[in-house]
């Protein structure tokens, strides 16, 4: 899959082919919808992604705290993964923010791709203050001998299918509601580093990983399955997953971490991604670390419980 950053070269790879615009955060069912639609449309020509770094939301909303699903390079990875044949990628700045939908269509789609035909969602804007949507786009893409479509999303019971639903979901702590319009468990992808060790002190090591860049789903403790991707211990285990700052041990930064059952290895620097899959319990403060380590047991036991017939494809 190309990745194109540089408008100058995009013409080589999207004449007369099909583009899907959008920002695709999570690739959601709705998401992957559309881009099967896409390709049966395309056919024989290539079909490709337009979207936008930053995100928008980041764009206007500066120095808010996180809130993808997915970072740039795992979205580009699931992008590739379902066969996408080119991404456009837009910087989102201020010239980009002004563009009409006029000057978006002609400029962009017409002039500097060349395309054949678009594909957007029944709920697309574009344009400069949002002002521009689906009949407008179609409308000036026929002008420029550019054929339009629009796709309406699945819904999942009476609610469209939508990235902001999916981070509702898990910050409310309900993971399995995610995964329905996802269509597979939401993952935490990372690198496992240092952590201060207490965790193997109190009989229950664990793995930490850091949660930057993305959505922090809400605070507790999970049963989890945590997949390790890399080095000699590559495998798919079960374990219970705490977010969180540790109150117990004064202020910390938010972060993750994941004891493996039945695991006692050292795997510092390795990628990891953990799917967590069902919320036991909110993070607390405890008044003794007696009184913590119990419920550590407690927790292990009501997770290694809730994945004893657990698949994590279901």
């Excluded at 509601?177 to 996802?182: C, D, G, T, V």
Aim: aromatic residues 10%.
């Amino acid at each position: 899959m190309k990745i194109i950053r540089d408008m100058n070269e995009a013409k080589a790879f999207t004449k007369k082919s099909l583009v899907v615009i959008g920002n695709f955060d999570g690739l959601h069912l709705g998401h992957r919808k559309i881009i099967t639609e896409a390709q049966k449309l395309a056919h024989p020509n290539k079909m490709g992604v337009i979207t936008f770094e930053p995100h928008p939301r980041d764009y206007f909303l500066k120095n808010s705290e996180s809130f993808k699903l997915t970072t740039t390079e795992k979205k580009y990875a699931l992008l590739k993964e379902l066969g996408v044949d080119f991404v456009i990628e837009l910087k989102f700045d201020q010239h980009l923010e002004c563009c009409s939908p006029e000057k978006f269509v002609s400029i962009i789609l017409a002039k500097n791709l060349e395309i054949k035909s678009v594909m957007v969602g029944q709920d697309f804007r574009f344009g400069y203050k949002r002002s521009g949507d689906f009949r407008k786009l179609k409308e000036l893409s026929r002008g420029h001998g550019i054929n339009a479509f629009a796709i309406e999303l699945d819904n999942v019971g009476e609610n469209t299918i939508s990235s902001t639903r999916i981070r509702k979901a898990l910050e409310r702590g309900e993971p399995r509601e995610a995964k329905n319009m996802l269509g597979y468990w939401h993952r935490i992808y990372g690198e496992v580093i240092r952590g201060d060790r207490r965790g193997r002190e109190l009989g229950f090591p664990t793995v930490n990983i850091e949660l930057k860049g993305i959505l922090i789903p809400r605070c507790g403790v999970y049963s989890c399955m945590i997949e390790v991707l890399s080095g000699r211990f590559a495998n798919l285990y079960k374990g219970a997953a705490s977010i969180g700052k540790k109150p117990t041990f004064g202020t910390n930064e938010t972060n993750l971490e994941v004891h493996i059952f039945e695991f006692a290895h050292e795997i510092y620097g390795s990628k990891v991604a953990v799917s967590l899959v069902n919320f036991q319990r909110s993070e607390e403060k405890f008044g003794s670390i007696e009184s913590l380590v119990k419920q550590m047991q407690l927790d292990c036991e009501q997770a290694s419980l809730y994945l004893s017939s657990f698949n994590l494809g279901k």
